[in-house]
């Protein structure tokens, strides 16, 4: 059972969302709360961020709606009462400051290089497809890519089976011709699993975790995350053959 395809995330897996994120609010921190501890604030609106982004993503409200609405809640987390107008103007600071910022989290170019000519690559990524289109053409990547799948264009968000085999279908590959390399253990590792597909988690920033997995913390050398990726399809075979065993025995 041959490696075919590999699947990407972007965000903080291709794309360095942590290095962009940071630069912005540093700034933003500065002139409005440089009394407030910054890593306190950093921390806040990480879990403001992600808050936000799973209403966007359930339809809740429109991608300005929920960065406005993320601002206002960090302000007002520290007391900092900006009222409505300033925030969405504050969040469209942060979001120019963020594009300005954008950049390939080390390594992701040379490892894109070295994949393309073996293997059919594809992205899969919950967001708003004009963003991730935008952020593929200003990296320079899009071109590396078969396929790419976003929730929004294709009506289900990571970790639902339906946004996996949607690349699959792309790509004309079945879930044991494939690995995900995502940074994140719900939507990417578990949700491939749930689609039968093999997954290395992309642990970039030392998290723990429960379960065991295959998992690199770092983009670089390209020959390791590859060595991971045949790891876990190998492992995924295994577990694959292993069923079909029993169900061939019990069929019998």
């Known amino acids: 059972m041959t490696l075919r395809a590999i699947l990407f995330d972007l965000d903080d897996t291709l794309f360095d969302h942590a290095h962009s994120s940071r630069v912005a609010l540093r700034a933003l921190h500065a002139e409005h709360a440089a009394h407030v501890d910054f890593d306190m604030f950093s921390t806040e609106h990480a879990s403001l961020l992600e808050h936000y982004h799973q209403k966007f993503l359930r339809c809740?409200?429109?991608?300005?709606?929920?960065?406005?609405?993320?601002?206002?809640?960090?302000?007002?987390?520290?007391?900092?009462?900006?009222?409505?107008?300033?925030?969405?103007?504050?969040?469209?600071?942060?979001?120019?400051?963020?594009q300005a910022n954008r950049q390939l989290v080390a390594?992701?170019?040379?490892?894109?290089?070295?994949?393309?000519?073996?293997?059919?690559?594809?992205?899969?990524?919950?967001?708003?497809?004009?963003?991730?289109r935008a952020k593929l053409k200003h990296l320079g990547i899009a071109g590396y890519f078969k396929a790419l799948i976003?929730?929004?264009?294709?009506?289900?968000?990571?970790?639902?089976a339906r946004?996996?085999?949607?690349?699959?279908?792309?790509?004309g590959c079945e879930p044991h011709e494939a690995v995900m390399v995502g940074d994140n253990v719900h939507a990417d590792v578990q949700?491939?699993?749930?689609?039968?597909?093999?997954?290395?988690?992309f642990n970039r920033?030392?998290?723990?975790?429960?379960?065991?997995?295959?998992?690199?913390?770092?983009?670089?050398?390209?020959?390791?995350?590859?060595?991971?990726?045949?790891?876990?399809?190998q492992q995924r075979i295994q577990?694959?053959?292993?069923?079909?065993?029993?169900?061939s025995a019990l069929a019998s």
């Open 163 to 171: 946004i996996y085999y949607a690349a699959l279908d792309q790509l």
């Open 191 to 201: 949700g491939a699993h749930d689609a039968g597909i093999a997954a290395v988690w």
């Open 150 to 160: 976003i929730s929004e264009e294709v009506g289900a968000t990571k970790p639902d």
């Open 60 to 98: 809740e409200y429109s991608l300005d709606e929920a960065r406005a609405a993320r601002m206002l809640a960090l302000f007002n987390r520290f007391n900092l009462n900006i009222g409505e107008e300033a925030a969405l103007r504050v969040a469209m600071t942060y979001r120019d400051l963020h």
């Open 107 to 132: 390594g992701a170019g040379d490892l894109l290089e070295k994949l393309f000519c073996e293997y059919s690559l594809a992205i899969v990524t919950n967001n708003s497809a004009a963003e991730q």
């Open 239 to 247: 577990l694959f053959q292993g069923v079909k065993h029993v169900l």
């Open 205 to 233: 920033f030392s998290k723990t975790s429960i379960d065991p997995v295959e998992q690199v913390s770092a983009l670089t050398p390209a020959s390791a995350v590859l060595a991971a990726i045949h790891r876990a399809h």
